[in-house]
Nanobody
Framework: QVQLIESGGGLVKTGESLTLSCEASSRFTSKYNMGWFRQAPGKLRREFVAGINWNGASIEYADSVRGRFIISRDKDKNTVHMRMNNLGPGDTAVYYC?????????????WGLGTLVTVSS
């Protein structure tokens, strides 16, 4: 069983930045591909945001965040961070850490509880 614990959400103004973090805890020592999805208010589905593979060599972003968000991971750990720059109201959502997807064509197996990001105009 894998548990994902997110942190870093909050309320910011348009144009500001925020960093989310996620730590995966497991009794296994495997390295995981990890990523972030988000669910905006009123939307039924979660959408892929960014993903990074187990050793950090492969990264993908959704078109809506490419150039503004940066995903990274701590070396030799199942901990990922996502720096979100130039935030706008359209980024308001609950952000979920997940395993093991690194792109939008994958269905996550494990989810965190989510952390709320609210961007005011």
């Amino acid at each position: 069983q894998v548990q994902l614990i997110e942190s870093g959400g909050g309320l910011v103004k348009t144009g500001e930045s925020l960093t989310l973090s996620c730590e995966a805890s497991s009794r296994f020592t495997s390295k995981y591909n990890m990523g972030w999805f988000r669910q905006a208010p009123g939307k039924l589905r979660r959408e892929f945001v960014a993903g990074i593979n187990w050793n950090g060599a492969s990264i993908e972003y959704a078109d809506s965040v490419r150039g503004r968000f940066i995903i990274s991971r701590d070396k030799d750990k199942n901990t990922v961070h996502m720096r979100m720059n130039n935030l706008g109201p359209g980024d308001t959502a609950v952000y979920y850490c997940e395993i093991p997807c690194t792109n939008s064509r994958c269905d996550p197996t494990y989810w965190g509880l989510g952390t709320l990001v609210t961007v005011s105009s």
